[in-house]
């Protein structure tokens, strides 16, 4: 299988991502998945007040090997063919991407449930922080109980 | 001996800093660090280290303190991460 984990400030292009896999993969895929995150303009839980931008922060080679174990989790429990995780550092401003996650496999079902699992343990486990700033100043935000909750999921918990 | 310790996110805001080299005894542990970071760290800046929510990593390993400390060690205090 071949993965690539990018840990980095500038952009991504999802086109140049899904041709380069499509390259490597060939005809052996059936399926690839991909999933984008943004930077939303509205502070989470608290509707009405407006994020100037979200700071991202991390250990650098800890926060790679972070990902790195939840891709060979995801590998370990779907026939996964290429995937690719890209997620962005720095300073971004509403409407921005941060994070990348594609999959392929020989079939669609692998392929997002690799991409949805990977997103939820990025969420709770990879080693990154987060800290919001609006015109109110500054906060870090924390992984939330629906987060939690979905990671639980996967382990067969409630 | 030397050991770097590492600040991170909220925990950077508390240390008032995001790195510092500490002198130790030989043969220091986790707690002799926490011993020293009180006298070196700004008011405030303890408590928050000790956090239940706060997880220790050794050499970019999490480890459960207490644990011994070698020459070169990177101890790193991380508070609850959050990516995607």
């Given at each position: 299988m071949h993965r690539e984990i990018r840990v980095q400030e500038q952009d991504f292009s999802v086109a140049a991502e899904y041709g380069a896999a499509r390259e490597r993969l060939?005809?052996?895929?059936g399926a690839v998945a991909s999933f984008v995150g943004l930077v939303r303009d509205l502070r989470s839980g608290a509707a009405d007040e407006a994020v100037e931008a979200l700071c991202l922060e991390h250990y650098p080679g800890m926060t790679e090997r972070s990902i790195e174990a939840i891709v060979a989790e995801a590998a370990g429990r779907w026939p996964l063919l290429d995937v690719v995780v890209i997620h962005r550092v720095g300073r971004l401003e509403p409407a921005a991407q941060i994070v990348l996650v594609q999959a392929a496999s020989a079939h669609r079902s692998a392929a997002f449930a690799a991409c949805e699992f990977i997103m939820d343990y990025l969420k709770t486990e990879a080693v990154f922080w987060k800290r919001e700033e609006s015109r109110d100043g500054a906060r870090w935000v924390e992984a939330t109980a629906e987060d939690r909750h979905r990671v639980s999921d996967w382990n067969g918990g409630g | 001996m030397k050991v770097e310790v590492r600040f991170f996110a909220s925990l950077r805001d508390a240390a008032g800093l995001d790195v510092r080299e500490v002198i130790l005894p030989d043969e220091a542990s986790f707690d002799s660090l926490m011993n020293a970071l009180e006298h070196e760290l700004q008011a405030g800046a303890l408590d928050a280290l000790r956090a239940d929510n706060v997880r220790v990593a050794l050499n970019q390993e999490l480890t459960q303190p207490p644990f011994e400390l070698a020459e070169g060690d990177e101890v790193a205090f991380l508070p609850p991460v959050t990516g995607g």
């Open positions: 060939g005809a052996c895929a | -």
